[in-house]
């Protein structure tokens, strides 16, 4: 007498690598994350944003290549003087613990956000204020922002700005 063998046994398995297949073939069309030579942008006042000793910018990335790239979490990079020397810089989140990251697919000619609050004139503990200057650090004219994908993309810093506190920006997470 022959045995039966049950379908489920033979076509499970088949429907397993078909979908494996189709899994990978789906992550492989993913965008990858976006390279510094991809992006251009802004880091800009936000108007009406002064208040309680902070100001917000916005720091906007525009993919500028022909191919679609990815942001997600929270800017990266490092103040830089009006000579594009380093400045002290310190990103945080702008709300610790209640950060949620979303994956930004940028199309070519589109734009990821993300704002940034800072003190222009407050000093932070230990840091000095030269004589005669309200300054608590140097004028920061750029912002030189990582990519994820490798390397840089320089932005002006629209007013130029002092940023105390060494140089902490509290930001946002990138946003369409």
Known sequence: MRR?????????PALAACTLVISAARASSDPAPCAGSQLAGRFVLIPGSAGAGSVSYRLVLRN????ECTLTGLPSGRLLDRSRRPLPTHVRAAF????TAVLVRLRPDRVARATARFSPDVPGTGEPVAPGSRNCEPTASWFQALAPG???????????????????LRFSAYGP
């Open 4 to 12: 039966a063998i049950p379908i489920a046994v033979v076509v499970l």
């Open 96 to 99: 610790p613990g209640a950060l």
């Open 150 to 168: 490798g390397g840089t993309t320089r932005t002006p810093v629209v007013p130029p700005t002092p940023v105390c506190e060494h140089g902490t």
């Open 64 to 67: 500028t290549s022909a191919r």
